[in-house]
Protein backbone atom coordinates (compact mmCIF):
# COMPACT_ATOMS: atom_id res chain seq x y z
CA UNK A 1 0.00 0.00 0.00
CA UNK A 2 1.48 2.92 -1.11
CA UNK A 3 1.49 5.23 1.95
CA UNK A 4 3.27 8.59 2.67
CA UNK A 5 4.34 9.52 6.66
CA UNK A 6 5.47 12.77 7.41
CA UNK A 7 7.38 13.52 10.77
CA UNK A 8 10.04 16.40 12.76
CA UNK A 9 6.70 18.66 13.42
CA UNK A 10 6.60 20.90 16.23
CA UNK A 11 6.49 23.77 18.58
CA UNK A 12 9.44 26.49 18.20
CA UNK A 13 10.18 29.92 19.11
CA UNK A 14 10.49 32.24 15.89
CA UNK A 15 13.95 32.51 14.56
CA UNK A 16 14.17 28.97 15.49
CA UNK A 17 15.06 25.62 13.04
CA UNK A 18 12.52 22.36 12.20
CA UNK A 19 13.76 19.37 9.65
CA UNK A 20 10.34 17.64 8.30
CA UNK A 21 10.13 14.02 6.87
CA UNK A 22 8.25 12.10 4.49
CA UNK A 23 9.01 9.08 4.14
CA UNK A 24 7.56 6.74 1.49
CA UNK A 25 6.69 3.15 2.04
CA UNK A 26 5.02 0.58 -0.78
CA UNK A 27 6.47 2.31 -3.48
CA UNK A 28 10.25 3.86 -4.17
CA UNK A 29 10.53 7.53 -4.51
CA UNK A 30 12.97 7.11 -7.18
CA UNK A 31 9.60 7.99 -10.20
CA UNK A 32 8.02 10.45 -7.83
CA UNK A 33 8.17 14.19 -7.89
CA UNK A 34 7.67 15.66 -4.27
CA UNK A 35 5.84 18.25 -2.96
CA UNK A 36 5.54 20.34 0.47
CA UNK A 37 2.60 22.07 1.41
CA UNK A 38 0.91 23.97 4.26
CA UNK A 39 -2.37 24.49 5.59
CA UNK A 40 -2.97 27.29 7.79
CA UNK A 41 -6.47 27.32 10.24
CA UNK A 42 -8.76 29.23 7.77
CA UNK A 43 -6.76 29.27 4.54
CA UNK A 44 -6.09 27.02 1.46
CA UNK A 45 -3.65 25.00 1.24
CA UNK A 46 -0.19 25.92 -0.28
CA UNK A 47 2.63 24.94 -1.94
CA UNK A 48 5.95 25.51 -0.14
CA UNK A 49 8.66 23.55 -1.90
CA UNK A 50 9.45 20.84 -4.39
CA UNK A 51 12.27 18.81 -5.64
CA UNK A 52 11.83 16.74 -9.49
CA UNK A 53 12.91 13.02 -9.06
CA UNK A 54 16.67 13.46 -9.71
CA UNK A 55 16.85 16.64 -7.31
CA UNK A 56 18.05 17.75 -10.86
CA UNK A 57 15.72 21.47 -9.66
CA UNK A 58 13.83 22.71 -6.39
CA UNK A 59 11.52 25.21 -5.90
CA UNK A 60 9.82 27.27 -3.05
CA UNK A 61 7.63 29.95 -2.85
CA UNK A 62 8.76 33.60 -1.79
CA UNK A 63 7.57 33.46 1.58
CA UNK A 64 10.22 30.89 2.49
CA UNK A 65 13.16 31.13 -0.28
CA UNK A 66 16.25 31.91 1.64
CA UNK A 67 14.66 30.05 5.00
CA UNK A 68 13.62 26.81 3.77
CA UNK A 69 15.70 23.60 1.56
CA UNK A 70 13.82 20.71 0.36
CA UNK A 71 15.94 17.71 -0.03
CA UNK A 72 16.04 13.53 -0.90
CA UNK A 73 17.37 10.89 -0.60
CA UNK A 74 16.05 8.18 -2.32
CA UNK A 75 18.42 5.69 -0.97
CA UNK A 76 16.16 6.31 2.31
CA UNK A 77 12.96 6.93 0.14
CA UNK A 78 13.03 9.99 2.14
CA UNK A 79 12.11 13.56 0.90
CA UNK A 80 13.19 16.33 3.61
CA UNK A 81 12.51 20.13 4.48
CA UNK A 82 14.65 22.35 6.73
CA UNK A 83 13.15 25.07 8.23
CA UNK A 84 15.10 27.92 9.41
CA UNK A 85 14.58 31.24 10.66
CA UNK A 86 10.57 30.53 11.60
CA UNK A 87 8.19 32.82 11.67
CA UNK A 88 4.92 33.03 13.50
CA UNK A 89 3.25 33.06 10.04
CA UNK A 90 4.82 29.17 9.21
CA UNK A 91 2.48 28.07 11.49
CA UNK A 92 0.45 25.49 9.91
CA UNK A 93 0.10 22.02 9.16
CA UNK A 94 2.47 20.62 6.90
CA UNK A 95 2.02 17.62 4.36
CA UNK A 96 3.88 15.96 2.19
CA UNK A 97 2.85 14.90 -1.67
CA UNK A 98 3.66 12.73 -4.88
CA UNK A 99 3.57 12.39 -8.28
CA UNK A 100 4.39 9.68 -10.56
CA UNK A 101 6.81 11.04 -13.36
CA UNK A 102 10.25 9.56 -14.88
CA UNK A 103 13.32 9.83 -12.83
CA UNK A 104 15.10 12.30 -15.42
CA UNK A 105 11.98 14.41 -15.74
CA UNK A 106 12.79 17.86 -14.57
CA UNK A 107 8.63 17.71 -13.49
CA UNK A 108 7.81 19.72 -10.52
CA UNK A 109 4.48 21.75 -9.03
CA UNK A 110 3.52 23.67 -6.08
CA UNK A 111 -0.12 23.28 -7.19
CA UNK A 112 -2.18 21.05 -5.05
CA UNK A 113 -3.87 19.48 -7.77
CA UNK A 114 -0.91 18.11 -10.02
CA UNK A 115 -0.25 15.18 -6.81
CA UNK A 116 -1.56 12.48 -6.59
CA UNK A 117 -0.44 10.97 -3.39
CA UNK A 118 -0.69 13.12 0.03
CA UNK A 119 0.12 12.10 3.51
CA UNK A 120 -1.51 13.05 7.12
CA UNK A 121 0.72 15.95 7.73
CA UNK A 122 2.13 17.12 10.87
CA UNK A 123 2.03 20.21 12.97
CA UNK A 124 4.55 23.00 13.07
CA UNK A 125 3.59 26.13 15.63
CA UNK A 126 5.89 28.94 15.88
CA UNK A 127 5.34 30.79 19.14
CA UNK A 128 7.03 32.86 21.40
Known amino acids: QLQLVESGGGSVQPGGSLRLSCKAS????????IGWFRQAPGKEREGVSC????????NHADSVKGRFTISRDNTENTVYLQMNSLKPEDTAIYYC?????????????????????WGQGTQVTVSS
Open 51 to 58: ISPSSSTT
Open 26 to 33: GFTLDYYA
Open 97 to 117: AARRTSYYANWYSRVTSDYDY
